[in-house]
């Protein structure tokens, strides 16, 4: 019963930002991986980046699509089960509709290895 809601789509103008927020709620423990994927019009959907935790290291690490790197920023927090995409320089080409992914979920009755996605949110870039 992991629910993904999804936050911050829009419009805006090439050379802008934007910031995409995802919660995450089902009597959540942690989480492993957290992202965000998109599809664009006529094409597939594809990796944005996403930020694994790990419990044993205490750590986080984050991972981009190549088409992204410096631009958007990848972020999380495991006290709120939330992740958030910070999207900067925008171009026309980032024009998509954002999907939240979450992977590898500890909720206080069960373990689930499956893939759970948000209902996506559009983010249209003008030129």
């Known amino acids: 019963q992991v629910q993904l809601v999804e936050s911050g789509g829009g419009l805006v103008q090439a050379g802008g930002s934007l910031r995409l927020s995802c919660a995450a709620s089902?009597?959540?423990?942690?989480?492993?991986?957290m992202g965000w994927y998109r599809q664009a019009p006529g094409k597939q959907r594809e990796l944005v980046a996403t930020i694994t935790s790990s419990s044993i290291t205490s750590s986080s690490r984050p991972n981009y699509a190549d088409s992204v790197k410096g631009r958007f920023t990848i972020s999380r927090d495991n006290t709120k089960n939330t992740v958030s995409l910070q999207m900067s320089s925008l171009k026309a080409e980032d024009t998509a509709v954002y999907y939240c992914?979450?992977?590898?979920?500890?909720?206080?009755?069960?373990?689930?290895?499956?893939?759970?996605w948000g209902k996506g949110t559009l983010v249209t870039v003008s030129s």
């Open positions: 992914y979450v992977h590898g979920v500890l909720t206080t009755t069960y373990y689930s290895g499956k893939d759970y």
């Open positions: 089902g009597s959540i423990v942690s989480i492993n991986v």
